[in-house]
């Protein structure tokens, strides 16, 4: 029988249930697919409740969280009051947990705390998840990182950390067609959280002025908007609000290129390996980037371009713009689909339950 499967699992998340889905929300489908029963902790809340949601064998649960300052107790009365809540939850939701997953080391951070039969995993997907990193990770009888630098960070604690990168969600159902706005043949996409500080938004202007014949379609939440009114006062940017994540491929698919435009040189770690980057591939068109170190090896095959600078950035976006058909060929167009594929939910749970046999 499978490890990961028919089992009882509490996915301990930073993100609640209702948010728009990341890779919490999708380990939690596709774990429950497998026929594990998926409890999901939202963040701390008013209220106890453990409730079903749209997806089979997936629960939503609230708790009212810690009392504050559990951080700086003694370990002894530490792992008392996490043992205590742990087993509020577990009576709330009626049942014995097997498994915990945790992607928050805000709370229970004190794995030790658990039952010895329940088996803990730590799995950090963001640069900022850094809390009680230390206790969290060398309690963990499992560490996972999805980049090269959390890496470094776990096996300072855990030798049994590795490093499993993003997930790709598969699309199941077709998606609605995006029509397009702008008259010009070349098409630029971004798609994402346009509010994030770690845009280049000095890079956007550069790229929209210096390209004009280049129309560059941006999607995602943008609160921040009103101050780079001087964007939607040039012909060729467009924004189209934000769009579900089941009609983002036909967003991709539309465009002859992708970008992602990050301050690399000052946040190179937490820039370490965009999630946006394994959905670009799923696309199989042709991704100019800032430096992302996780996708450092792709570049030799010319199936992404990236660059260290501003100006090196803009060099390479006139030579691919120059030489489409080159850079979205048949070939490099599948190999890229194939990498988005190989690492598929599906397939990222068949790599964790080979790092836990």
């Known amino acids: 029988m499978s490890?990961?499967?028919?089992k009882n699992i509490l996915i301990i998340s930073p993100e609640p249930w209702d948010h728009i889905f990341v890779s919490k929300h999708h380990y939690a489908t596709h774990l429950a697919r497998l026929g594990n029963k998926i409890y999901y902790l939202n963040p701390a809340s008013d209220g106890l409740k453990c409730h079903v949601t749209t997806f089979v064998n997936v629960f939503s649960v609230q708790y009212n969280g810690f009392i504050?300052?559990?951080?700086?107790?003694?370990?002894?009365?530490?792992?008392?009051?996490?043992?205590?809540k742990f087993n509020e939850i577990e009576e709330l939701c009626q049942t014995t947990f097997d498994i915990v997953w945790s992607f928050d080391n805000s709370v229970f951070f004190n794995f030790s705390a658990l039952p010895e039969n329940v088996y803990s995993i730590?799995?950090?997907?963001?640069?900022?998840?850094d809390f009680e990193f230390k206790k969290a990770s060398e309690t963990a009888d499992l560490c996972l990182a999805s980049s090269r630098f959390i890496l470094e960070k776990q096996?300072?604690?855990?030798?049994?950390?590795?490093?499993?990168?993003?997930?790709?969600?598969?699309?199941?159902?077709e998606s609605k067609q995006i029509e397009l706005i702008g008259h010009n043949k070349i098409n630029c996409g971004y798609a994402g959280n346009l509010d994030i500080k770690y845009l280049d938004w000095e890079l956007v202007g550069k790229l929209v002025s210096g390209f004009p014949t280049v129309d560059f379609h941006f999607a995602g939440q943008w609160d921040s908007r009103a101050n780079f009114s001087y964007l939607d006062e040039m012909?060729?940017?467009?924004?189209?609000?934000?769009?579900?994540?089941?009609d983002l491929p036909s967003f991709y698919n539309n465009m002859d290129m992708l970008i992602v435009v990050y301050q690399y040189e000052k946040y190179p770690e937490q820039l370490a390996n965009p999630h946006k980057i394994m959905e670009y591939l799923?696309?199989?068109?042709?991704?100019?980037?800032?430096w992302s170190d996780q996708y450092?090896?792709?570049?030799?095959?010319?199936?992404?371009?990236?660059?260290?600078t501003k100006m090196g950035f803009l060099e390479s976006f006139k030579e691919v713009k120059n030489h489409l058909k080159k850079w979205n060929n048949l070939q490099r167009t599948i190999?890229?689909?194939?990498?988005?594929?190989?690492?598929?939910?599906?397939?990222?749970?068949?790599?964790i339950e080979n790092l836990l046999k």
Request: aromatic fraction near 10%.
């Open 282 to 290: 799923s696309s199989g068109k042709i991704i100019l980037a800032t």
């Open 68 to 84: 504050k300052g559990v951080r700086l107790l003694p370990n002894v009365l530490q792992k008392k009051i996490i043992r205590r």
């Open 296 to 308: 450092s090896e792709i570049t030799k095959d010319d199936l992404i371009i990236m660059n260290k």
């Open 335 to 351: 190999s890229r689909k194939k990498i988005a594929a190989q690492n598929s939910y599906k397939n990222q749970i068949i790599k």
């Open 122 to 129: 730590s799995h950090i997907v963001d640069w900022n998840q």
């Open 3 to 6: 490890f990961l499967s028919n």
């Open 155 to 173: 096996r300072k604690y855990n030798l049994n950390s590795f490093n499993i990168g993003h997930g790709f969600n598969c699309i199941g159902k």
């Open 235 to 246: 012909q060729n940017f467009h924004y189209y609000g934000s769009l579900y994540a089941d």
